[in-house]
């Protein structure tokens, strides 16, 4: 398992470092009954460039298990999948960019308002799952059929029967394509082949959020209670928030920089003997200073 996730490390850097910018799972929730939702990071480098890159979307599948993590009947495959709609909304997406996509029948009351602009300013995205911007198909994966049909998509068909979450066992996924390898997955009970990020056990009235910077690490995931530890459009903790604000200064709850500054002006002669001092507070530590005389 551990030299699995250490693979994974270095091939989710690489995919990083080879397409600059990529969606990760950054909260899974069972919700309340059938309240589920899933919440998207777009990731890339800390970066202070303005604009921030952006990541295309267009083509990219969502779903739970599709047999890579578990196969036959009992392992949470429900039928068919959703992806992003091959349309100019999803071609640059800023990195730091939240999106929460949810249970269109059964709405989970802690998900915000619906959110479909990319001009308001605030980061994210909260889309129910049949809406236009993604379409689905209900054909395959199945238990019987783990391949994923080049056509059949339909813009609007999505419905969150296609991507359906068992307590007892399952993962939700991510895919570059429909013939892509899944690159990031949440999994949890039975679903304990091949996993990225794996919690043992049920997964009933639970969420799962990475409250660190990196979602290929284990040890920066947390098991939280439905209801108290959800919190769907919005950073999962303090460190989340600062990786957030790191690849998008737009993004993220960390406040901005403040720096305080005072000077001794240097005595008379030329002994040079003035004194500057400089302390920062806020935005993302550590810091670095930049001196010239």
Request: hydrophobic fraction near 35%; charge should be negative; proline fraction near 5%.
């Amino acid at each position: 398992m551990r030299s699995l996730r250490l693979l994974f490390c270095f091939l989710f850097a690489g995919m990083l470092q080879a397409n600059a910018q990529i969606l990760v799972i950054n909260e899974v929730s069972q919700g309340s009954g059938t309240q589920e939702y899933v919440e998207f990071i777009v990731a890339g480098t800390p970066t202070c460039q303005t604009p921030v890159p952006c990541a295309d979307l267009r083509g990219v599948v969502i779903d739970d298990n599709n047999g890579t993590f578990a196969s036959g009947s009992g392992t949470g495959i429900a039928a068919g999948a959703v992806r992003f709609v091959n349309v100019a909304f999803w071609s640059c997406i800023p990195q730091g960019t939240m999106i929460v996509i949810y249970n269109e029948s059964d709405r989970n009351t802690a998900i915000p308002p619906d959110d479909l602009s990319m001009t308001d300013g605030n980061c994210r995205l909260i889309i129910p799952i049949n809406s236009n911007l993604l379409e689905g198909q209900s054909t395959s994966p199945t238990s019987a059929n783990t391949t994923y049909p080049a056509t059949g998509w339909n813009a609007g068909a999505g419905s969150w029967s296609q991507v359906a979450m068992a307590n007892g066992g399952d993962s939700f996924l991510i895919k570059q394509n429909t013939g892509s390898a899944a690159y990031h997955a949440v999994s949890w009970g039975n679903n304990s082949n091949n996993t990225i990020i794996y919690f043992a056990g049920s997964a009933s009235a639970k969420v799962f959020s990475l409250t660190g910077n990196n979602p290929a690490a284990q040890s920066n995931w947390t098991s939280g209670t439905v209801g108290v530890d959800e919190t769907p459009g919005a950073a999962n903790s303090t460190a989340n928030s600062a990786w957030i604000a790191s690849m998008n200064p737009q993004c993220g709850i960390t406040t901005g920089v403040q720096v305080t500054a005072s000077a001794t002006p240097t005595g008379c002669g030329a002994s040079c003997s003035g004194t500057a001092t400089a302390t920062a507070s806020g935005g993302t530590a550590p810091y670095t200073y930049s001196w010239s005389n």
